[in-house]
């Protein structure tokens, strides 16, 4: 999750519409819980972006592909530790003593959850409506299998054991 801020509300709304179309997860209420900050600051001539201590000016009008290419460019190089792995969410992987994965979609939307939420968990109608939320149907067994595959990818493929337990209908990341 990237906290999206901007000077400049049409603006903003112009890019929240495009970041969704291209399952960008983002955030725009500093309430909310995030793991990078995207300050967009527009003038007459200039988009500047900002991101901690790394910023670009680009001239308008920019193309999409510019846009999404410069803020990729800025974010990811950006991870989080937990305990004793290194989670990046732009590249969408994990790196655990010298050995990298890279997760899909559904995995890394798992992931990125249950790290923000290290302390109070996720619930799991909640997480599954974030991943499938055009299913009619929710199938709470069909979240359950990915965790397991999720669990048992990083095991195998990485030799990360993750423990995440569950407790009425909330799922939580057990770090040391």
Known sequence: MILVKSNDDFNLKSIISLLDQKKFSFVTEKSEKYFFELDLFF??????????????????????????????NLLISKFVNVNDFKYEPVKQSITYE?????????????????????NVGVDKFFLYQLIWPDDKDIQINKLDTHLTNLK???????????????????????VN
């Open 98 to 118: 010298n050995r990298i994965i890279n997760l899909n979609y559904i995995h890394n939307v798992i992931i990125s959850n249950l790290i923000l939420n290290l």
């Open 43 to 72: 003038d007459d001539k200039n988009l500047k972006i900002n991101s901690s201590s790394k910023t670009i000016v680009l001239k308008l009008p920019i193309s999409i592909e510019l846009f999404f290419f410069e803020i990729k």
């Open 152 to 174: 048992n990818k990083l095991k195998n493929e990485i030799s990360l054991d993750i423990n995440i337990s569950s407790l009425n209908g909330v799922i939580k990341l057990r």
